[in-house]
Antibody, heavy 121, light 106 residues
Framework: QVQLQQSGAELAKPGSSVKISCKASGYTFTSYYISWIKQTTGQGLEYIGYINTGSGGTNYNEKFKGKATLTVDKSSSTAFMQLSSLTPDDSAVYYC??????????????WGQGASVTVSS | EIVLTQSPTTMAASPGEKVTLNCLASSSVSYMNWYQQKSGASPKLWIYGTSNLASGVPNRFSGSGSGTSYSLTISSMEAEDVATYYCLQLSSYPPTFGSGTKLEIK
């Protein structure tokens, strides 16, 4: 079955960058796109964007352009998200999720366990 | 972007009680997906395509709706249903989530 294993918690200083990984297993990596989602207590769940795991093409939520950069390494079946110029507002749990279809419907059915990012000086 | 408004924000139900959670979209969407999230865990796909139960979801759950109004119903509340439920629309980019309904047991 599809499994997504994310990297561990990060503590970062304001102005720095972090790179979160999401390693896929149980399926052919390039079969499904990978989405990234931010969760905070205040803002709830926000969609960051997705990456085409075959071509590397990306589509970002306008809100996260310039903040998040999505990449993949097909050789290791891993997707990455880099967050740059960190501020305390970037403190959150970040999830990766695979995008598939069930009949006529898109679904994000498999999710990683989440990676906590804390931005503090 | 499409804004999803969930109601109520929080509710408590007794075992056996019927529960209805609502999700109102700011513009019409083709279908709605629902997620269940328990404390400390990742969201789980619960209902997709408005009314289809994801694998393993008990049949006391159902989903309905169209256009801008969608709902998730539990026919008979059980303790294991305690969680926060989120609606998600994928009809329009960017996908957007509702703010969630926290469901507790009395």
């Amino acid at each position: 079955q599809v499994q997504l294993q994310q990297s561990g918690a990060e503590l970062a200083k304001p102005g720095s960058s972090v790179k979160i990984s999401c390693k896929a297993s149980g399926y052919t990596f390039t079969s499904y796109y990978i989405s990234w989602i931010k969760q905070t207590t205040g803002q709830g769940l926000e969609y960051i964007g997705y990456i085409n795991t075959g071509s590397g093409g990306t589509n970002y939520n306008e809100k996260f352009k310039g903040k998040a950069t999505l990449t993949v390494d097909k050789s290791s079946s891993t997707a990455f998200m880099q967050l740059s110029s960190l501020t305390p507002d970037d403190s959150a749990v970040y999830y990766c999720a695979s995008i598939t279809t069930e009949g006529d419907y898109y679904v994000m059915d498999a999710w990683g366990q989440g990676a906590s990012v804390t931005v503090s000086s | 972007e499409i804004v999803l408004t969930q109601s109520p924000t929080t509710m408590a139900a007794s075992p056996g009680e019927k529960v209805t959670l609502n999700c109102l979209a700011s513009s019409s969407v083709s279908y709605m997906n629902w997620y269940q999230q328990k404390s400390g865990a990742s969201p789980k796909l619960w209902i997709y395509g408005t009314s289809n139960l994801a694998s393993g979801v008990p049949n006391r759950f159902s989903g309905s709706g169209s256009g801008t109004s969608y709902s998730l119903t539990i026919s008979s509340m059980e303790a294991e249903d305690v969680a926060t439920y989120y609606c998600l629309q994928l009809s329009s980019y960017p996908p957007t989530f509702g703010s969630g309904t926290k469901l507790e047991i009395k």
